[in-house]
């Protein structure tokens, strides 16, 4: 009798022993315990170019699929971000989804965007990350509107992160590291005249008008906040 293949599994597998699976919305997330650094890495290498957000902080360890409505706000903040970077003739490097780990501190993720302005040329042409070699980025955004196990903050901390963008599903709120903490600021440090807050309705906006028509009444709207000639 012929045997059937198994189906192959959505999530990456780790050993049974390194803790059991906890699935906080069933499909979306998986929680692990007890996971080594290794194990962690193993993992990082196995999931490649998968559409999949590994968060390890000392031996807890989540993977999620982003929904739609994630990579949806993504995107339309990143746009927003890359519009602002032109129209300021900034350069910008933009390393999205990269992984950002750091052994010695046993934490490491993957942020939904992330960038560089004043050390763009310190990473042109990086091609992996090192927290000894080479600075964190500038600005990330973090898109959080599912319920998370592991606090992906004191991660960022652990790297260096000065400035979080970050959308809870209703606003975008700027984020400053200060004392190793993340703490909220009125306005943006890449762009000091920028109050994140109010571009909470131009994330909103895109669900009636689309992104581009979104992304042509942002920018008209940046325009009139800049110092005339």
Same mark, same amino acid.
């Given at each position: 009798?012929?045997?059937?293949?198994?189906?192959? *599994?959505?999530?990456? *597998? $780790?050993? #049974?022993?390194?803790?059991?699976?906890?699935?906080?919305?069933?499909?979306?997330?998986?929680?692990? @315990?007890?996971?080594?650094?290794?194990?962690?890495?193993?993992?990082?290498?196995?999931? $490649?170019?998968?559409?999949? #957000?590994?968060?390890?902080?000392?031996?807890?360890?989540?993977?999620?699929?982003?929904?739609?409505?994630?990579?949806?706000?993504?995107?339309? +903040?990143?746009?927003?971000?890359?519009?602002?970077?032109? @129209?300021?003739? +900034?350069?910008?490097?933009?390393?999205?989804?990269?992984?950002?780990?750091?052994?010695?501190?046993?934490?490491?993720?993957?942020? @939904?965007?992330?960038?560089?302005?004043?050390?763009?040329?310190?990473?042109?042409?990086?091609?992996?990350?090192?927290?000894?070699?080479?600075?964190?980025?500038?600005?990330?955004?973090?898109?959080? +509107?599912?319920?998370? *196990?592991?606090?992906?903050?004191?991660?960022?901390?652990? +790297?260096?992160?000065?400035?979080?963008?970050?959308?809870?599903?209703?606003?975008?709120?700027?984020?400053?590291?200060? @004392?190793?903490?993340? #703490?909220?600021?009125?306005? *943006?440090?890449?762009?000091?005249?920028?109050?994140?807050?109010?571009?909470?309705?131009?994330?909103?906006?895109?669900?009636?008008?689309?992104?581009?028509?979104?992304?042509?009444?942002?920018?008209?709207?940046?325009?009139?906040?800049?110092?005339?000639?």
């Amino acid at each position: 009798m012929a045997r059937l293949a198994p189906r192959p *599994s959505p999530l990456p *597998s $780790a050993p #049974r022993a390194a803790g059991r699976p906890s699935p906080l919305d069933g499909v979306q997330h998986i929680v692990l @315990d007890g996971i080594s650094w290794s194990v962690y890495e193993g993992l990082l290498a196995d999931v $490649a170019d998968r559409p999949l #957000r590994l968060t390890y902080d000392q031996g807890r360890l989540e993977i999620m699929s982003p929904l739609p409505e994630h990579e949806r706000a993504k995107k339309i +903040i990143a746009r927003m971000i890359e519009a602002l970077s032109v @129209d300021l003739g +900034i350069e910008v490097g933009s390393l999205g989804s990269t992984t950002f780990k750091r052994e010695d501190a046993r934490k490491g993720l993957e942020p @939904d965007e992330c960038y560089y302005f004043r050390g763009e040329r310190a990473v042109r042409g990086l091609r992996a990350w090192h927290p000894k070699r080479d600075p964190p980025p500038e600005l990330v955004v973090e898109v959080d +509107i599912t319920r998370r *196990s592991v606090d992906r903050e004191p991660v960022y901390a652990a +790297i260096g992160v000065p400035e979080i963008w970050r959308w809870d599903g209703k606003r975008l709120t700027c984020l400053e590291l200060a @004392d190793g903490a993340y #703490r909220a600021r009125a306005t *943006s440090l890449a762009f000091p005249f920028l109050a994140p807050a109010k571009l909470t309705r131009f994330v909103h906006m895109r669900e009636k008008d689309g992104e581009n028509e979104t992304l042509r009444k942002f920018r008209a709207w940046v325009k009139r906040l800049l110092p005339k000639g």
